[in-house]
T-cell receptor, first 112, second 114 residues
Framework: EAQVTQNPRYLITVTGKKLTVTCSQN?????MSWYRQDPGLGLRQIYY???????DKGDVPEGYKVSRKEKRNFPLILESPSPNQTSLYFC???????????FGPGTRLLVL | GESVGLHLPTLSVQEGDNSIINCAYS??????FIWYKQESGKGPQFIID?????DKRQGQRVTVLLNKTVKHLSLQIAATQPGDSAVYFC?????????????FGAGTRLAVHP
């Protein structure tokens, strides 16, 4: 089944404790992206990747890192999480940038 | 529960009625548009898309209309069902020249009453 998977789905952590949210797609898509979704603010892009080893900042990259060592995986790294990073996070992929994106199920993060 | 729907405009319809959800897009150069449905606790799900060389496209129970003159996009859902209750987003690709992102609208909550 073609899909985007994310892990974990739910995470509670404390300020400053490094964490990684994994994202994987099995559709051989070149483009992958991370979004955060907050009430009243909609979907905001954090980082995106056009292909392996090619990443770039989205609209709200501060406090986040990403890597794209393999085509299928695009982990989101929070080196030192802060409470303002409490949010719902979505990974998405598409064949190419600007085309239909397919979303993962979301990761709900709470930073205390 | 799902908190993403707070502060969103809400369209309430009776089961069986037709629903029309509207979206105003921002960039006159946008050439590709998508509608997504997001159910509580899930990620956005692709419904239907349309390119700027068309003004109407139909799917199963859904129709998307594009009016480039006024930069307006609408999603029509025929015979709305309780399972259609969700938040609906439009998205636009500002350019066919390989622009690297989609721009998402804020969303509209559709509430279907029996």
């Amino acid at each position: 089944e073609a899909q985007v998977t994310q892990n974990p789905r739910y995470l509670i952590t404390v300020t400053g404790k490094k964490l990684t949210v994994t994202c994987s797609q099995n559709m051989n898509h070149e483009y992958m992206s991370w979004y955060r979704q907050d009430p009243g603010l909609g979907l905001r892009q954090i980082y995106y990747s056009m292909n392996v080893e090619v990443t770039d900042k989205g609209d709200v990259p501060e406090g986040y890192k990403v890597s794209r060592k393999e085509k299928r995986n695009f982990p989101l790294i929070l080196e030192s999480p802060s409470p303002n990073q409490t949010s719902l996070y979505f990974c998405a992929s598409s064949l190419q940038g600007g085309e239909t994106q397919y979303f993962g199920p979301g990761t709900r993060l709470l930073v205390l | 529960g799902e908190s993403v729907g707070l502060h969103l405009p809400t369209l309430s319809v009776q089961e069986g009625d037709n629903s029309i959800i509207n979206c105003a897009y921002s960039n006159s150069a946008s050439d590709y548009f998508i509608w997504y449905k997001q159910e509580s606790g899930k990620g956005p799900q692709f419904i239907i898309d349309i390119r700027s060389n068309m003004d109407k496209r139909q799917g199963q129970r859904v129709t998307v209309l594009l009016n480039k003159t006024v930069k307006h996009l609408s999603l029509q859902i025929a015979a709305t069902q309780p399972g259609d209750s969700a938040v609906y987003f439009c998205a636009e690709n500002p350019s066919s020249g390989g622009y690297n992102k989609l721009i998402f609208g804020a969303g509209t909550r559709l509430a279907v009453h029996p």
